[in-house]
């Protein structure tokens, strides 16, 4: 028996078919009480046709490990998965290959299943969801509904990104870089109606409840950046010739003596109106020049540029003529699409007063006086200057009491406002959950009644989109044409769908009730089940999936569907495995590495560890598939002495004690600060002290292999199913509970301690471990006594680590 090798493939398959028949995961223990639950999830994948690759996997066996260690703990696990079917990826992905997208869906789903259950993962796959399912998509439907009922979903319509490509619009979110964040298109703009969701309605709730978040600061600070809280003033500035006021929003209304001109945003509502003939033609040519542009890029230019109007305001304080320009670096959705420009305070404002040869009055200096010429912009504080009655204050003083002095001369309001901009919320693609919105000539805009959800999306034959702006729901007039549900006259359904988002914002709650035809989810159900206590997933969705699903969850709260107001207690982001030289893994790249081989070749365990052992979890790490042979060796190397220990029924020796003791300390704390890859190197520097204790005793007692296979458990399942089987524990290893350390049996009895004679070493000692200074010394002066030749001037002991005698 002791010769028997590690068959991986043998004992992966035993355990597999015995957890199917078996499973692990149990709401009450053995005693029949209920236990505890603990909620792990998954960002759970979309289902392209590449299939998982290694990077895949890192995520999912993260959560597993953690989700495992949990069940050791006594917890009833949550840890469910599901398929974010929905939206650009599948329905691009089936128009390449020349398939329906249901039909590649569900063929992908198929694949990517079989790959997750290679993982041997503790997902309960009775929980399993789909977001194209009607069943599911009839609740992404109703939550839509209450929006709308309660004011938050609305149509507008307004220059959006828009991809060629994708031939759809896209929500600021999704444009990086200038660019569709699915397809990399360089984005334009298009005029489009669009339902739109108002998401700023919850902007200061958004932001105040991240500091209860037990969540990476990183992430946290990318969503109060994105909401981008302000406090500033609204002023109100009078147009030459006009009755019309220009209202703007300043964070900086200290400075508004040194505003020389003004900013609109080219789509702004008096733009063109304020172009005076000689003017006009420039004014029209650069408004539609800036409409091909997206709202990142006009961000991100480095050169501005602009066009005067040929009109002027009235700066309210001074009263001097201030000229109205237009820019693209002005966005009409952000406060109020017009700006005051005091180009001697701000770097951008003072590029432009260059660049077109307009006025700069310097209104704040470091000494109180002005220089005759500014070079740049002045952007410190400072003492107030050429600003009437406010001269000589201080200017940070300046900043907070100004909005409430301008306001009580009625010039303008004190205000706060937010960079969060209302969601687009439609899109124009066939492969989405239609919204449940009939138009009726006499009614306007009507919810679908909730009894007649889900709106089933129409099965056609021609879904590619049509470019023209309308979805290609749009041409099924069967489907188009229907009755209103108010008056009963003939009316049109909606016909852009939902985005990918939609499903994905909320799908975490559906899983522990899903099932449920009369509630999204139950009460009952969410008290016990809900929220989630730990998700993992990409850092790369803090501002889209994290933020929508916390301003859904917000939003359910109001209406009484959910008890909590917060869906994710914890987070944890998993860095990225990428390809040679940190090249993100692609299938067009051709550096997709698949699990299959190397589950076939190396074991599931294997692999699992080695997805932990490449770098710290949190950080990207680069796949290099030699290293897995290390990890594959430590399995074998823990399976013989197994093995060796078995036969020989060796007993317990203070050292296996103590060792016991310190892998159990070494691996939990490590499991429980998330340094997964610093916790397999532990089991090897443990095993590797085991296998040294049991060439001297002929083996390693029961107990610590029994704790060894536990503390291995969530690592490497199936191995530690067999050897806790192979220890004669006729339970799952999973029923054992996590072990527990006694600080006292970690500790040496006797430690060696170097002893030197002027730096230099002489001798090693062995002494207790909890020796005294003075008998420290004294052992260390007796065991060099004949080498000490001169006379003593120094005794230095340094606990637990050295002797140094200094001798004349």
């Known amino acids: 028996m002791a010769n028997t090798p590690y068959n991986h493939k043998a004992i992966e398959k035993k355990w597999k078919e015995r957890w199917e028949k078996n499973p692990v995961n149990t709401k009450v223990d053995r005693d029949g009480k209920e236990k505890e639950k603990y909620y792990c999830l998954d960002m759970f994948p979309y289902p392209s046709g590449n299939g998982l690759h290694v990077g895949h996997w890192r995520g999912y066996v993260i959560s597993d490990v953690w989700s495992r260690y949990k069940l050791q703990q006594g917890y009833y696990m949550i840890h469910p998965m599901g398929w974010d079917a929905f939206g650009l990826p599948a329905e691009n992905y089936a128009i390449k290959k020349g398939v329906h997208p249901a039909i590649s869906t569900e063929e992908n789903v198929r694949n990517i299943k079989r790959q997750i259950n290679e993982i041997s993962a503790l997902y309960d796959w009775d929980r399993?969801?789909?977001?194209?399912?009607?069943?599911?998509?009839?609740?992404?439907?109703?939550?839509?509904?209450?929006?709308?009922?309660?004011?938050?979903?609305?149509?507008?319509?307004?220059?959006?990104?828009?991809?060629?490509?994708?031939?759809?619009?896209?929500?600021?979110?999704?444009?990086?870089?200038?660019?569709?964040?699915?397809?990399?298109?360089?984005?334009?703009?298009?005029?489009?109606?669009?339902?739109?969701?108002?998401?700023?309605?919850?902007?200061?709730?958004?932001?105040?409840?991240?500091?209860?978040?037990?969540?990476?600061?990183?992430?946290?600070?990318?969503?109060?950046?994105?909401?981008?809280?302000?406090?500033?003033?609204?002023?109100?500035?009078?147009?030459?010739?006009?009755?019309?006021?220009?209202?703007?929003?300043?964070?900086?209304?200290?400075?508004?003596?040194?505003?020389?001109?003004?900013?609109?945003?080219?789509?702004?509502?008096?733009?063109?109106?304020?172009?005076?003939?000689?003017?006009?033609?420039?004014?029209?040519?650069?408004?539609?020049?800036?409409?091909?542009?997206?709202?990142?890029?006009?961000?991100?230019?480095?050169?501005?540029?602009?066009?005067?109007?040929?009109?002027?305001?009235?700066?309210?304080?001074?009263?001097?003529?201030?000229?109205?320009?237009?820019?693209?670096?002005?966005?009409?959705?952000?406060?109020?699409?017009?700006?005051?420009?005091?180009?001697?305070?701000?770097?951008?404002?003072?590029?432009?007063?260059?660049?077109?040869?307009?006025?700069?009055?310097?209104?704040?200096?470091?000494?109180?006086?002005?220089?005759?010429?500014?070079?740049?912009?002045?952007?410190?504080?400072?003492?107030?200057?050429?600003?009437?009655?406010?001269?000589?204050?201080?200017?940070?003083?300046?900043?907070?009491?100004?909005?409430?002095?301008?306001?009580?001369?009625?010039?303008?309001?004190?205000?706060?406002?937010?960079?969060?901009?209302?969601?687009?919320?439609?899109?124009?693609?066939?492969?989405?959950?239609?919204?449940?919105?009939?138009?009726?000539?006499?009614?306007?805009?009507?919810?679908?009644?909730?009894?007649?959800?889900?709106?089933?999306?129409?099965?056609?034959?021609?879904?590619?989109?049509?470019?023209?702006?309308?979805?290609?729901?749009?041409?099924?007039?069967?489907?188009?044409?229907?009755?209103?549900?108010?008056?009963?006259?003939?009316?049109?359904?909606?016909?852009?769908?939902?985005?990918?988002?939609?499903?994905?914002?909320?799908?975490f709650l559906r899983y522990v009730d899903n099932h449920n035809d009369e509630a999204l989810v139950s009460k009952e159900v969410a008290s016990k089940m809900l929220p989630v206590d730990m998700y993992i997933g990409g850092v790369e969705h803090a501002v889209l999936h994290l933020l929508y699903s916390r301003f859904y969850t917000k939003f359910l709260y109001d209406i009484g569907a959910v008890d909590f107001e917060e869906p994710f207690q914890k987070l944890f982001n998993q860095g990225m495995i990428t390809g040679k030289n940190g090249i993100k893994m692609s299938k067009s790249k051709g550096n997709v590495?698949?699990?299959?081989?190397?589950?076939?070749?190396?074991?599931?365990?294997?692999?699992?560890?080695?997805?932990?052992?490449?770098?710290?979890?949190?950080?990207?790490?680069?796949?290099?598939?030699?290293?897995?042979?290390?990890?594959?060796?430590?399995?074998?190397?823990?399976?013989?002495?197994?093995?060796?220990?078995?036969?020989?029924?060796?007993?317990?020796?203070?050292?296996?004690?103590?060792?016991?003791?310190?892998?159990?300390?070494?691996?939990?704390?490590?499991?429980?600060?998330?340094?997964?890859?610093?916790?397999?190197?532990?089991?090897?520097?443990?095993n590797n002290r085991l296998l040294e204790i049991a060439k001297k005793e002929g083996g390693i007692d029961k107990e610590t292999l029994s704790v060894m296979a536990v503390l291995l458990s969530p690592f490497a399942p199936h191995m530690a199913e067999e050897m806790w089987e192979q220890l004669g524990h006729d339970t799952s290893v999973f029923e054992a509970g996590w072990p527990t350390y006694e600080e006292a049996l970690m500790k040496d009895d006797e430690i060696e301690i170097p002893v030197q004679i002027n730096g230099k070493t002489k001798a090693v000692i062995s002494v207790p471990a909890e020796i005294s200074k003075e008998d420290a010394l004294l052992a260390g002066k007796e065991a060099v006594a004949d080498k000490l030749t001169g006379t003593l001037v120094k005794e230095i002991y340094v606990p637990k680590k050295i002797i140094n005698l200094v001798q004349k």
């Not at 946290?220 to 220009?246: C, H, N, P, T």
């Not at 692999?607 to 950080?619: A, Q, S």
């Not at 290293?627 to 190397?637: A, H, M, P, S, T």
């Not at 103590?658 to 429980?672: A, S, W």
Request: aromatic share 10%; charged share 30%.
């Open 128 to 507: 399993e969801v789909n977001t194209t399912d009607p069943e599911f998509y009839k609740w992404t439907q109703w939550i839509f509904v209450k929006m709308f009922q309660e004011g938050l979903a609305y149509e507008k319509e307004f220059p959006i990104n828009w991809c060629p490509s994708c031939k759809t619009g896209l929500a600021n979110e999704e444009v990086v870089g200038g660019q569709c964040e699915r397809c990399g298109t360089e984005v334009t703009k298009k005029n489009l109606r669009q339902w739109m969701l108002k998401i700023t309605n919850y902007a200061e709730r958004l932001l105040a409840d991240l500091d209860g978040l037990n969540w990476p600061e990183k992430v946290k600070k990318m969503q109060a950046d994105w909401i981008g809280k302000s406090y500033g003033s609204e002023v109100d500035f009078a147009i030459e010739g006009r009755e019309e006021k220009l209202t703007v929003y300043t964070t900086r209304p200290d400075t508004l003596y040194g505003a020389t001109f003004m900013v609109l945003a080219p789509e702004h509502a008096l733009a063109k109106e304020l172009a005076t003939e000689e003017t006009r033609e420039a004014v029209e040519q650069y408004i539609y020049d800036a409409s091909m542009k997206s709202n990142v890029d006009r961000m991100q230019d480095k050169e501005k540029t602009g066009v005067f109007t040929g009109s002027y305001a009235i700066n309210p304080l001074n009263g001097e003529r201030v000229p109205i320009w237009l820019s693209d670096y002005v966005l009409v959705d952000y406060g109020t699409g017009a700006i005051m420009c005091v180009p001697a305070h701000d770097e951008r404002d003072f590029a432009f007063a260059t660049k077109f040869g307009l006025p700069i009055v310097q209104v704040i200096a470091k000494d109180g006086k002005a220089a005759e010429k500014l070079e740049e912009a002045y952007t410190e504080s400072g003492i107030v200057v050429n600003s009437g009655e406010w001269n000589g204050m201080d200017s940070a003083v300046l900043k907070k009491e100004a909005p409430h002095m301008i306001e009580k001369r009625g010039l303008g309001r004190a205000t706060v406002n937010y960079k969060l901009r209302d969601w687009v919320f439609s899109r124009q693609r066939y492969w989405g959950e239609p919204i449940p919105i009939i138009h009726c000539e006499d009614c306007g805009a009507v919810a679908v009644p909730e009894e007649e959800l889900p709106l089933r999306l129409p099965e056609v034959e021609s879904y590619e989109p049509t470019g023209t702006g309308e979805s290609p729901l749009a041409g099924i007039e069967e489907w188009v044409n229907c009755t209103c549900p108010k008056c009963g006259k003939p009316a049109k359904r909606e016909t852009n769908t939902m985005p990918q988002w939609a499903g994905s914002s909320w799908y």
């Open 593 to 686: 590495v698949s699990p299959d081989d190397l589950v076939r070749d190396y074991g599931c365990d294997s692999l699992r560890m080695y997805e932990l052992f490449v770098g710290p979890p949190e950080l990207d790490a680069e796949w290099d598939d030699r290293g897995i042979d290390g990890v594959n060796r430590f399995l074998k190397r823990v399976w013989k002495l197994l093995m060796d220990s078995k036969e020989a029924e060796v007993a317990a020796t203070q050292e296996m004690i103590k060792e016991r003791h310190r892998l159990i300390y070494d691996i939990t704390n490590r499991l429980e600060t998330f340094s997964l890859n610093t916790a397999i190197s532990g089991f090897m520097e443990h």
